[in-house]
C-alpha cells in the first residue's frame, strides 16, 4: 500500500513532509527555501500537489509554507471535529502559523483556501504583507451564481453516497474545471487521489461542499460574514488577483468583486486557464507571483 508520507508520485511531488501535531490529527506541510513566508493555500478537492510546479522557483525568493487542509493530502484524518468547518479549518492555520512564529506574510490563496486563509488574516492583519489571490472569494453569500451540479449533488442527501461510497468527485472536478485537461495526466490524477482511498478519508470532500454558505441561515454564513467585513483592513497592502477566466465555479464577475474591493490591485487575466489555473498555466502564474513580489519587495 501507497505510504502518503513519503509518496513522491514519480518524483513529481519530491518536497520533505514536515508534520505538527494538532491533537486530533497531525497537519502536513511542506517548508522550503528562506526569507519571508510565502504561505500556499490550496482548496477543494486539491491539496499541496497543486503548487508542485510553484516551490522550485519561488523558494528562490521565499521561505514557502504549502500545508495540507485537515482530511486533505498528506495531513491526518480527525474523527473530531465532524462536519469539518471553515471555523476549524482557520483555527488550524492558525496554530500552524503562529508555532512556526511566521511574520511579514505572501498569502497565496485559491478556492477555499480564500476563506481559510482570510479569515487567519483578518485575525492576525500584522502578519500579512503581500495577498495573492487566485479564482478564490470570501463573501458571505456565494457570489459565483448557482452551485455548479456537482457540488449541488454532494450536498444533497445522495451526497454521502457519492463521495463516501463512489468517491466520484475529485476526478470529475479536476477535468471538468481545468482547461487543458491533457496536463492531468495518469500521474498527477493518481496524486489527487491518492489522499482518498478508503470512504473514511473522504469526509473532508463531503464537508468542503456542503460548508459553502448560500443563505444566512447556513452554518458558517456568520464566519464568513465576519471575514467579508475586515477584507477592506488589506486595501493598503500590495494585492495580486491571477484569474482563469474560464473558470464556471468562480467567473469573471468574482474577479470584478475583488477588483472593486481592492482598486489598486495588480490583475493577470489567463484568458485559456479554468477554475484549477495552477495545471492550466504555471509558467505564466509562477512569472506573474516573481515579477510582483519584486515590485513589492
Known amino acids: 500500500m501507497l505510504d502518503l508520507r513519503e509518496a513522491t508520485f514519480d518524483k513529481t511531488f519530491p518536497f520533505a513532509p514536515h508534520y505538527m501535531e494538532l491533537g486530533s490529527f497531525q497537519m502536513h506541510y511542506v517548508d522550503v527555501g528562506e526569507g519571508d513566508p510565502l504561505v500556499l493555500l490550496h482548496g477543494d478537492p486539491t491539496w499541496g500537489y497543486l503548487y508542485r510546479r510553484f516551490l522550485?522557483?519561488?523558494?528562490?525568493y521565499a521561505r514557502?509554507?504549502?500545508p495540507d487542509h485537515m482530511?486533505?493530502?498528506k495531513s491526518g484524518v480527525p474523527t473530531v471535529p465532524y462536519p469539518y468547518r471553515l471555523q476549524h479549518h482557520i483555527d488550524n492555520l492558525e496554530t500552524l502559523i503562529l508555532r512556526l512564529e511566521l511574520r511579514d506574510i505572501t498569502l497565496v490563496v485559491h478556492d477555499w483556501g480564500g476563506p481559510v486563509g482570510l479569515g487567519f488574516a483578518i485575525r492576525?492583519?500584522?502578519?500579512?504583507?503581500?495577498?495573492?489571490?487566485m479564482n478564490t472569494w470570501a463573501?458571505?453569500?456565494?457570489p459565483g451564481g448557482p452551485l455548479p451540479r456537482l457540488i449541488e449533488l454532494i450536498r444533497s442527501p445522495r451526497g454521502e453516497a457519492f463521495i463516501m461510497g463512489k468517491n466520484g468527485y475529485v476526478k470529475p472536478a479536476l477535468m471538468g474545471t481545468t482547461a487543458h485537461s491533457n496536463h492531468l495526466t495518469e500521474t498527477v490524477l493518481n496524486a489527487y487521489l491518492a489522499p482518498f482511498r478508503t470512504p473514511e478519508s473522504r469526509r473532508a470532500l463531503l464537508c468542503w461542499s456542503r460548508d459553502i454558505p448560500v443563505t444566512a441561515t447556513d452554518e458558517s454564513y456568520v464566519e464568513m460574514q465576519q471575514i467579508e467585513n475586515g477584507l477592506t483592513q488589506f486595501k493598503h497592502i500590495p494585492v495580486l488577483l491571477v484569474w482563469g477566466m474560464q473558470d464556471p465555479v468562480l467567473p469573471p464577475a468574482v474577479l470584478r468583486m475583488?477588483?472593486?474591493?481592492y482598486p489598486h490591485a495588480t490583475t493577470?487575466?489567463?484568458?485559456?486557464?479554468?477554475?484549477?489555473l495552477?495545471?492550466?498555466a504555471p509558467e505564466r502564474i509562477i512569472l506573474a507571483i516573481e515579477q510582483f513580489l519584486e515590485v513589492s519587495a
Not at 500579512?128 to 489571490?133: P, T
Not at 475583488?258 to 474591493?261: E, F, K, R, T
Not at 493577470?268 to 484549477?276: I, P
Request: net charge neutral; aromatic share 10%.
Open 258 to 261: 475583488w477588483q472593486q474591493l
Open 56 to 60: 522550485p522557483s519561488l523558494s528562490k
Open 268 to 276: 493577470h487575466e489567463l484568458e485559456e486557464a479554468s477554475h484549477f
Open 71 to 73: 482530511g486533505m493530502g
Open 139 to 142: 463573501f458571505a453569500r456565494w
Open 64 to 66: 514557502c509554507i504549502v
Open 278 to 280: 495552477q495545471e492550466d
Open 124 to 133: 492576525h492583519p500584522s502578519r500579512l504583507k503581500r495577498l495573492i489571490l
